[in-house]
């Protein structure tokens, strides 16, 4: 499974992709608004830190706009991913950037058969958003079982489910049951993820029997 960091801050970044545990980066126009900073500037800064694909949303809602901004968005660096929104224009953009060989994140999925559209357009990734859905009372989780469910049925389209908008650590081990190719996530998400209260306890007390028993590991001659 892969994880992608969901945000544009860079310190976050930088200090998470130490670990080798982030395959990719999201952003939005309000994530990258957050920054103040201009988004090519950010862009180009993740594109240097995370190797794999890093998602740079188009702002335009026609199709000519969307790639006229693409265009600028792709020269930026070869692991920059066009993200288009789930709209006619957007599946329209995705299908012309898909033939050139753009890897293209569909994004504001909420349903299934938007989720088949956007594979049957050429999407290398569709983003369901299970936050913004459970926020209404609706079910995150099971859009995602239905998604995974139909492109198990169809695999020549190859388009990989992103679970987006995720909003605690069970998104991620229910994304994780359901095969999603790739969960999303807020850095605290992922620093949550990593704690355990008896891993905690459990060092301090190894720490505290090495001390009593005057235990050292030296180092190399
Ligand atoms: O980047 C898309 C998505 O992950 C946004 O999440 O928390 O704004 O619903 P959120």
Redesign the pocket.
């Known amino acids: 499974m892969k994880f992608f960091l969901?945000t544009a801050d860079i310190a976050e970044i930088r200090d998470l992709a130490a670990t080798g545990l982030v395959d990719g980066v999201?952003?939005?126009p309000?994530?990258a608004a957050k920054t103040g900073r201009p988004m090519t500037e950010i862009i180009a800064e993740i594109c240097a830190l995370v190797e794999g694909p890093i998602s740079a949303e188009v702002l335009a809602t026609d199709t000519a706009g969307m790639l006229r901004e693409a265009e600028v968005l792709r020269a930026i660096a070869p692991n920059v991913a066009i993200k288009v929104p789930l709209t006619f224009d957007g599946l329209k953009a995705c299908r012309v950037l898909a033939d050139e060989g753009v890897k293209v994140n569909v994004?504001l999925c909420f349903s299934p058969v938007q989720a088949l559209l956007a594979a049957k357009a050429g999407a290398a990734f569709v983003?369901p958003?299970v936050?913004?859905l459970d926020d209404i009372g609706h079910d995150g989780m099971g859009l995602i079982a239905d998604i995974v469910e139909i492109f198990h049925n169809y695999p020549q389209y190859g388009t990989e489910v992103l679970v987006?908008?995720?909003?605690h650590v069970h998104h991620v081990l229910e994304a994780a049951r359901l095969a999603a190719d790739v969960i999303?996530m807020p850095p605290a998400i992922l620093r949550q993820m990593i704690k355990h209260p008896l891993t905690d306890s459990g060092i301090a007390a190894f720490l505290k029997d090495a001390e009593k028993a005057g235990l050292s590991i030296p180092p190399r001659a």
């Open positions: 969901d999201t952003t939005n309000s994530l994004t983003s958003f936050g913004r987006a908008s995720a909003r999303t």
